[in-house]
């Protein structure tokens, strides 16, 4: 088992800058892919950025790219997302999930930090 806790939201002003952190423990060896999610209030959650864990591979939602900045810490056994440049629209609470082989995903997931992002 994984356990995933998020840090590093809270209320920030539009056009400000972000790093959140999702720290891993437990069979942290076993995990292949790490990602962040995020929902918004009213709406489903959405897919932000994923890593791959020993690769360092990246995907992003389209909407962040040139934004946010997903990377990890194998060593902390952390990944981090760097949001710049935030908007109102960029209010959700995130959330992190590991992946723990290439045939699933999102196995486990962390309760989630909340960022605000005021106009």
């Known amino acids: 088992q994984v356990h995933l806790v998020e840090s590093g939201g809270g209320l920030v002003q539009a056009g400000d800058s972000v790093r959140l952190s999702c720290g891993a423990s437990g069979q942290t060896s076993s995990i292949v892919r790490m990602s962040w999610f995020r929902r918004a209030p009213g709406k489903e959650r959405e897919f932000v950025a994923r890593?791959?864990?020993?690769?360092?591979?990246?995907w992003y939602e389209e909407s962040v790219m040139g934004r946010f900045t997903i990377s990890r810490d194998k060593v902390k056994n952390t990944v981090f997302l760097q949001m710049s440049s935030l908007a109102p629209e960029d209010t959700a609470v995130y959330y992190c999930?590991?992946?723990?082989?290439?045939?699933?995903?999102?196995?486990?997931w962390g309760q989630g930090t909340q960022v605000t992002v005021s106009s």
């Open positions: 999930a590991a992946d723990m082989n290439w045939d699933s995903e999102y196995e486990y």
């Open positions: 890593i791959t864990w020993n690769g360092g591979v990246t």
